[in-house]
T-cell receptor
Framework: GENVEQHPSTLSVQEGDSAVIKCTYSDSASNYFPWYKQELGKRPQLIIDIRSNVGEKKDQRIAVTLNKTAKHFSLHITETQPEDSAVYFCAASVTDSWGKFQFGAGTQVVVTP | DTGVSQDPRHKITKRGQNVTFRCDPI?????LYWYRQTLGQGPEFLTY????????KSRLLSDRFSAERPKGSFSTLEIQRTEQGDSAMYLCASSSPGQGRDQSTDTQYFGPGTRLTVL
């Protein structure tokens, strides 16, 4: 069945450095890949997404890349700030189901000043 | 606040009791999803509605779980005879039909969740 693996599970970075989170998916027909940020006790919030007809997308300090052949996609955060500290989840759309996502297990990002 | 809302935010119950949660989606969204999230894990899909029709249920959803969306607006999720293993955050999300013919690419917006603790 569909499966999304996310690495690393925890990531500590110094303020100003870059953070990279990687996800792989098993459903070769997945065509939509959102990333959510969840702060402690709060709802997951969409921060960026990418569709399968695009290889890269950037929004200020956040970028996502997609390699359809290898079935993996990555989140890149540059110039990290303490407010970037949160759990980040990747997800992939499931093709045999309308609108259903398969989520990764999450990455706890800690940005230290 | 025009986002997805959920009520209650927290629920503590004793094993064996029934509980019901409510989700109010973003008003123009016709799709509504329920997820369950346990500590250290990503959200797990439970069920999905398009308007009032429940189109899919996860095999994770036992017979003790039932969801409704009678008028195609708010939805309720009921858990009967709760068990300690039901303790989790229950998240609701909503979306509107995606652009073009590919309707699997809706952006889902999440509510704040209902944290259930079963004692």
């Amino acid at each position: 069945g569909e499966n999304v693996e996310q690495h690393p599970s925890t990531l500590s970075v110094q303020e100003g450095d870059s953070a990279v989170i990687k996800c792989t998916y098993s459903d070769s027909a997945s065509n939509y890949f959102p990333w959510y940020k969840q702060e402690l006790g709060k709802r997951p919030q969409l921060i960026i997404d990418i569709r399968s007809n695009v290889g890269e997308k950037k929004d200020q300090r956040i970028a996502v890349t997609l390699n359809k052949t290898a079935k993996h996609f990555s989140l890149h955060i540059t110039e990290t700030q303490p407010e970037d500290s949160a759990v980040y989840f990747c997800a992939a759309s499931v093709t045999d189901s309308w609108g259903k996502f398969q989520f990764g297990a999450g990455t706890q990002v800690v940005v230290t000043p | 606040d025009t986002g997805v809302s959920q009520d209650p935010r927290h629920k503590i119950t004793k094993r064996g009791q029934n509980v019901t949660f409510r989700c109010d989606p973003i008003s123009e969204h016709n799709r509504l999803y329920w997820y369950r999230q346990t500590l250290g894990q990503g959200p797990e899909f439970l069920t999905y509605f398009q308007n009032e029709a429940q189109l899919e249920k996860s095999r994770l959803l036992s017979d003790r779980f039932s969801a409704e969306r009678p008028k195609g607006s708010f939805s309720t999720l009921e858990i009967q005879r709760t068990e300690q293993g039901d303790s989790a955050m229950y998240l609701c999300a909503s979306s509107s039909p995606g652009q073009g013919r590919d309707q699997s690419t809706d952006t889902q917006y999440f509510g704040p969740g209902t944290r259930l603790t079963v004692l």
